[in-house]
């Protein structure tokens, strides 16, 4: 498998999978809520984006269903 670009690294253990594939030659970055080691290249809470980001899709599908709702009349 060849990987082109640079990886990704999300929640539990995101710190020890950047290393290995940098350990590789692949360029990685990491996504953690907490920086408790020093290393993490990114702090955010991945799960308030998450849930912001499902909160915004239910809206907008209800949008549209209402809008469905409307166009039959």
């Known amino acids: ?23 590789l030659g692949i360029p990685a970055e990491d996504y953690d809520i907490q920086n408790n080691f020093g290393e993490t290249d ?12 499902y909160d915004k899709t239910r809206q907008d599908k209800t949008r549209q269903d209402k809008t469905r709702q409307y166009s039959t009349i």
């Open 1 to 23: 498998m060849e990987i082109n670009g640079k990886v990704h690294c999300f929640f539990e253990q995101s710190g020890t999978f950047k290393n290995e594939f940098i350990k």
């Open 42 to 53: 990114h702090i955010v809470d991945l799960f308030d984006h998450i849930e912001r980001e």
